[in-house]
């Protein structure tokens, strides 16, 4: 479960930060020159890519940029609109795929793999709830691209976001899981090839075939498969494939036509 969420600040003030180029803001005293918002939000970043995103604190992101905690509110007002800075900074840098068809298929398949690369980058996305997404430039662009994948395939508008939420938010459970994975890996201390090896015995002797026969077997067969109970590789191409065969039966659906009034009541006598 995400344990942070976005647009949880001031929205006029993040806005406004997120819209700073198209829209510079006017009558407010500007920071010093050598630091800027884009140099905050890049340094925010780094810290939450070497740390974690608990560790982006105003006083610990002060430190980074060397400067005086207060000063650091001269360029965001909070850790709220930070967060929201920092992502709307990553949806407009991230990398776009350009498959060679304009087949719908290819073109989603990059966009799910062009996401799930963003979480691999930057892990601690996994940790930020987007239900309320910062509505900023960056992730216009992205929702943009993400739109024209599906662009021609015959689903209408609200399809078309239905469709793209879908694929999202497959991504997105993959990433979390992914991410707990590591989580896992760092508190004790072990692979999960290892953590495996020392509890094999301890399962061998609970685990009876007999009672538990199915589980036993296809348990068996996909923990030597994949060196573990869960291979985030594996798991990811296979659910993808299945999510874009599920969405291959709406392509080309469209909704029947409005009859006329005159044909209407033709048919009815």
């Not at 976005?6 to 050598?34: I, V």
């Not at 760092?186 to 090896?197: P, R, V």
Request: aromatic share 6%.
């Amino acid at each position: 479960m995400a344990s942070h969420r976005s647009s949880a600040g001031d929205p006029t003030r993040t806005l406004e930060l997120l819209w700073r180029e198209a829209a510079p803001l006017k009558g407010q005293r500007g920071p010093k020159p050598g630091l800027t918002v884009d140099t905050v939000v890049a340094t925010a970043v780094e810290l939450a890519d070497a740390e974690g995103l608990d560790a982006v604190t105003m006083r610990a992101l002060a430190g980074k940029l060397g400067i005086a905690p207060m000063g650091l509110y001269t360029y965001v007002p909070g850790r709220a609109e930070l967060i929201d800075l920092m992502l709307d900074g990553l949806y407009a840098g991230m990398a776009r795929r350009k498959p060679k068809t304009r087949d719908w298929r290819a073109r989603l398949e990059a966009v799910a793999h062009d996401n799930r690369a963003l979480f691999t980058k930057h892990a601690w996305l996994a940790d930020v709830s987007t239900t309320r997404p910062p509505l900023g430039p960056g992730q216009l662009a992205k929702y943009e691209y993400e739109l024209q994948a599906l662009e021609g395939a015959g689903l209408g508008d609200v399809e078309q976001d239905a469709a793209l939420t879908f694929v999202l938010g497959f991504v997105e459970s993959c990433a979390r899981a992914a991410s707990d994975m590591r989580a896992a890996r760092l508190e004790s201390q072990m692979s999960d090839a290892t953590w495996w090896q020392a509890n094999a015995p301890l399962l061998a002797r609970m685990s009876d075939p007999e009672r538990y026969p199915t589980a036993s077997r296809v348990g068996t067969a996909a923990g030597q498969a994949h060196g573990a109970a869960y291979n985030p590789e594996h798991a990811f191409r296979f659910g993808l494939e299945r999510v874009l065969d599920g969405l291959s039966a709406l392509m080309g659906q469209a909704p029947p036509p409005k009859r006329s009034r005159t044909v209407a009541r033709k048919t009815a006598r």
